[in-house]
């Protein structure tokens, strides 16, 4: 049952109709025709209707769609039986067949050919060059094939007038390797007749209107098709059909295919011959028969490469051999007319099998073993005339009509057998169905001795003159019993029978009058052994092969060829077998009009081929009992959400089971029955029920499944993002981790290292641990420095107060500190050795005077005195004065400064010793530090450090400036210290300058 398709293009399947009724059945076909849906389902069969127009429906998208879908999942159309086929070949390893059938003109050709064009399309997805080619020919070779076996004619423009079944065979991969194209009966007599209204072969049109002119010289042809009478009639024609083009068209498939350049000059040669044949006249003189226009006769040998005579011989006169002598039997004119119709006749029908031969050739499978590719699946494709009634019925039309007779009752036997064996293998009680079996009509034709056939081939056989005539007396002896058989002589009242000419037949598809005329003829297909002999002694190889059994002696005895009428029965009958033998398709064609017209539905004409198709007996069997059937996991794929008990999934021990109870819980327990592994469902009217509940619970479920899927999104969004939260800590987590890890590990042994860490290098720290680490360093150096403080002496925390208050004070600002040497602060004595003592007693006798507690500095100086003159002497700092000294005078303390009068000192940035102490008073100091031992020793720094500690811990505030210049005041004078260095000076001295006095230092 097909799906996907709203309700206003009818039902898509007729077996959904619910009254199986001719008009039900018409309105549902008319509906979906006018709404531009030409195909539609009994079943499996497609039923197509001719649209007369170009339908954009065979694009590469609606491959897509159709591409490994499954019958009912897409709208009915020719690829999904394609596919169908392609499947059951491919995954079942089964030959099937695809079977169209339908009048001239329903659509035939044109589905094989889109058919062939689909399963190209979905094969071979891998390129392979050797399937590609073989594709390539097998689409190629309809076009040639169709030039030389297609007409027009009163129903169709591009009329099929042979039979044709292509094999396309498949290796294990699904892939075309190869095919074979059986032909059958070309109805050759179109060669030299044609009815009015129609032509002859597309071939013969086509070679000249497309033929460049130098071949048309040289083929001694003209490009008026009127000049020729064989092809006069149809010469008149418009046609729809491109002629010119189409030549061109089949040239290059031809020379695609691989037909040699001779091949084809052969081909065009023999179209011509057959031209020129139409147009030899005979005439007599007295009793010699002779050919009017003789010229004809050497353009024929130049075209047929062989002798002028022969040709002429060959067309007057009949070799005849008698047993003994071999004698040469004048022609009548009527019989050399006959026998030059016969010639063309046959050389086209030659020329139509060796193409079908030659591509054949190209096409078949090589190199195929099926030991190493596995089985060699073979699809079918049988495009054949359709059944049809002309003005005028002959000998061609009672085969086509027969053949389609044969395979009406192919589809009868498959199509009932197969639902038979359906509801046999599944258990299903059968009832059966009334429908008309043509099998009457076609034993009516091919019984044994009782058939047409027979009759006809009896009366070939009669020795004596044998007649049309004969034959029709013969067939109404024999058949005048028979209910489809009828003759004027057997219904005399029946005006429309001539005597002695007609007989007719109601065939599955209709009444048909044959005109007996030329059926003996035609049945014996006489084509005199000179010709053979003639064609196969040419010197064209090509036309030679054509001709074998021209080789023949006159004198061998041959025995008696079949008749046409038996050939063309055999090759039914095996053509059926083969189909038989092959899982069916069918494709059913209908005409909707005999105008070509995409908008007219002719309901009259389409009824008449609805009845004699058998659709509607199609329907019937195919709901006979029930119109659905379903396997039970697929049936629960679709329905199951109608049921609690199925939805989402059943605990039930089948689906069987589960089936059962979904139908039973919708109420539709009586219109069941359960196979083996499927279920039937009798009413049309369940199934849509079914749908409808199905349709109304996929709105819910498409809601809850949003709904779900909606929750189940922002839950997983929800859950990734807590996890990256999760990983994010973790890791942070290991980050601090590892880092206070290795910081511990690193500094856990730093209180017994020699420098207690300090040169430790630290981690780098995880980003937010920076300050953690900031922290860290400042405890780290805080701890570091209280150890070293701790273990120092009272002295050395001294010097190392001072060292601390130097390097605030200074760093940065002063080049040399004098840091990394121990600072002793009274260096009097140890720069005086020799007057240690007398210090030493002034220094006591004035801590007794003044009380002081310690000496925070001392040391030679050099300074400038009231009058500007340079003096030597020395300083004592004690924690109350700064002392001037004279050592020369056994450092008589010359004068004394209250420390509290001291506000400030300032330094140079430089390395001299330069130092100025600012008093309250504006009386300030200047001293260069001098007579150092060692020699050039550093002392500025202790001496800022020591006093700047001991203000501290005074808290007092002593300025500390490190300038160059530097201002002072010289009792109550400005004045400027400058610093210079000097070479040649060997000691720091100081010189008056303008501005006050610059200290001289050595310079380099
Ligand atoms: N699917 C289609 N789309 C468009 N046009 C179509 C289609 N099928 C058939 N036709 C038209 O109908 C014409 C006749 O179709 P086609 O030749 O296939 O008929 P047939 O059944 O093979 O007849 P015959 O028995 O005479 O060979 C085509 O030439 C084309 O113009
Ligand atoms: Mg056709």
Not at 132 to 144: F, P, W
Not at 706 to 718: F, I, N
Request: glycine share 6%; aromatic share 10%; hydrophobic share 35%.
């Amino acid at each position: 049952m097909a799906e996907h398709e709203s309700p206003e293009f009818g039902k898509a399947d007729f077996v959904l109709l619910d009254n199986v009724s001719m008009e039900e059945f018409m309105a549902n076909l008319k509906l979906r025709f006018e709404k531009g849906r030409i195909y539609s389902y009994i079943g499996e069969v497609v039923v197509s209707v001719n649209p007369y127009r170009a339908m954009n429906i065979y694009g590469r998208d609606t491959v897509e769609q159709y591409k490994g879908r499954e019958l009912y999942e897409r709208p009915p159309h020719l690829f999904a039986i394609a596919d169908a086929a392609y499947k059951a070949m491919k995954r079942r390893n089964k030959d099937t067949c695809i079977v169209i059938s339908g009048e001239s003109g329903a659509g035939k050709t044109e589905a094989s050919k889109y058919i062939m064009q689909y399963i190209a399309a979905i094969t071979n997805p891998s390129q392979r060059a050797e399937v590609e080619r073989v594709k390539n020919m097998l689409l190629k070779s309809n076009c040639v094939l169709e030039a030389f076996g297609n007409a027009k004619t009163n129903r169709n423009d591009n009329s099929s007038r042979f039979g044709k079944y292509m094999d396309i065979n498949f290796d294990f991969k699904g892939d075309p390797i190869g095919g074979h194209i059986n032909n059958y009966l070309l109805e050759k007599s179109r060669v030299i007749f044609q009815q009015p209204g129609e032509r002859s072969f597309h071939s013969f049109y086509q070679l000249l209107r497309g033929a460049p002119d130098s071949l048309l010289r040289s083929l001694h042809i003209k490009k008026d098709p009127t000049a020729f009478s064989y092809i006069k009639v149809g010469g008149q024609i418009k046609s729809s059909i491109n002629d010119g083009a189409e030549f061109k068209a089949v040239a290059d498939a031809m020379k695609v295919i691989g037909f040699t350049a001779d091949e084809v000059q052969t081909v065009y040669k023999i179209l011509a011959t057959i031209l020129h044949l139409g147009n030899l006249t005979f005439g007599v003189d007295g009793d010699v028969t002779l050919i009017e226009n003789r010229k004809l006769v050497s353009v024929i040998r130049e075209l047929l490469s062989t002798g002028e005579e022969n040709v002429e011989k060959a067309l007057l006169y009949r070799t005849v051999s008698t047993g003994r002598d071999v004698i040469e039997k004048q022609h009548t004119t009527q019989e050399a007319s006959y026998g030059r119709d016969a010639l063309a006749k046959a050389m086209y029908e030659r020329l139509f099998c060796w193409i079908v031969g030659r591509i054949n050739d190209v096409i078949e499978v090589k190199n195929y073993d099926a030991r190493v590719h596995g089985k060699n699946t073979v699809i079918g494709v049988l495009d054949i005339y359709g059944f049809e009634i002309f003005q005028n019925n002959s000998f061609e039309q009672f085969c086509i009509n027969y053949c389609n007779e044969k395979l009406q009752q192919l589809f009868i036997q498959l199509v009932l057998k197969q639902e038979q064996e359906e509801y046999q293998r599944e258990g299903i009680p059968w009832k059966h169905i009334d429908y008309f079996n043509n099998q009457i009509i076609v034993d009516l034709v091919e019984q044994q001795h009782k058939g047409i056939f027979s009759v006809l081939d009896e009366a070939c056989m009669n020795v004596g003159k044998v007649t049309d005539e004969l034959f029709l007396q013969g067939l109404n002896s024999k058949l005048a019993k028979h209910a489809h058989y009828t003759s004027r002589k057997l219904s005399p009242a029946d005006k429309s029978l001539e005597f002695d000419r007609d007989f007719r037949i109601r065939h599955y598809a209709g009444v048909v009058v044959y005109s007996v005329v030329g059926f003996i003829d035609k049945n014996k297909d006489t084509l005199f052994q000179d010709f053979k002999r003639l064609l196969y002694n040419s010197s064209n190889q090509v036309l030679k092969k054509m001709w074998p059994e021209g080789k023949l002696s006159i004198t061998e005895v041959t025995k008696r060829p079949l008749t046409a009428a038996t050939l063309f029965k055999n090759s039914m009958i095996s053509l059926v077998e083969n189909l038989a033998s092959k899982e069916p398709y069918y494709v059913r064609c209908i005409k909707p009009n005999d105008v070509k017209s995409p908008l007219l539905f002719e309901e009259e004409r389409s009824r008449h081929q609805v009845e004699y198709l058998g659709l509607l007996e199609n329907v019937r069997v195919r709901r006979a009992g029930y119109a659905y059937r379903q396997t039970y996991p697929r049936f629960l794929q679709r329905y199951k959400m109608i049921s609690q008990f199925t939805w989402p999934n059943h605990d039930l021990p089948s689906d069987k089971e589960a089936v059962k109870k979904l139908l039973e819980g919708c109420g539709f327990g009586q219109d069941t029955a359960y196979g083996k592994t499927k279920v039937f469902i009798r009413t049309p009217r369940t199934l849509f029920s079914l749908e409808e509940q199905r349709a109304d619970m996929v709105q819910r479920i498409v809601l809850f499944l949003q709904k779900v899927w909606r929750g189940a999104l922002a839950r997983m969004r929800y859950r990734r993002m807590k996890a990256a939260l999760v990983i994010l800590r973790a890791y942070r987590r290991y980050k601090v981790k590892s880092y206070i890890r290795e910081v511990n590990r690193r500094f856990k042994n730093v209180a017994s290292m020699k420098d207690y860490g300090r040169h430790v290098k630290w981690p780098t720290p995880p980003k937010v641990l920076r300050k953690f680490e900031e922290a860290l360093r400042s405890i780290h150096s805080r701890w570091w420095a209280w150890t070293l403080i701790k273990r120092l002496s009272p002295e050395e925390a001294l010097q190392v107060r001072a060292k601390v208050a130097t390097l605030e004070a200074l760093k940065g600002h002063r080049a040399d500190m004098g840091l990394l040497r121990a600072w002793e602060g009274n260096y009097l004595k140890r720069d005086n050795p020799d007057r240690a003592s007398a210090f030493s007693l002034v220094a006591s006798e004035l801590q007794r005077k003044d009380k002081f507690m310690r000496v925070l500095f001392s040391c030679n100086v050099r300074k400038i005195n009231h009058f500007h003159k340079v003096e030597d002497r020395a300083v004592l700092i004690t924690d109350r004065h700064l002392y001037k000294m004279d050592p020369q005078k056994h450092f008589l303390a010359m004068k004394s400064i209250p420390l509290y009068n001291v506000t400030g000192v300032s330094v140079s940035p430089g390395k001299d010793q330069l130092v100025v102490f600012h008093t309250k008073d504006s009386k300030d100091l200047v001293v260069c530090l001098q007579g150092m031992v060692p020699a050039h020793d550093s002392r500025i720094g202790e001496l800022v450090g020591t006093l700047l500690s001991h203000f501290k811990s005074e808290k007092r505030r002593l300025q500390v400036n490190v300038a160059s210049p530097i201002q002072c005041s010289l009792h109550g004078r400005k004045s400027t210290v400058i610093v210079e260095p000097k070479i040649n000076q060997s000691q720091p001295d100081f010189i008056k300058s303008r501005s006050g006095y610059i200290l001289a230092v050595p310079g380099n």
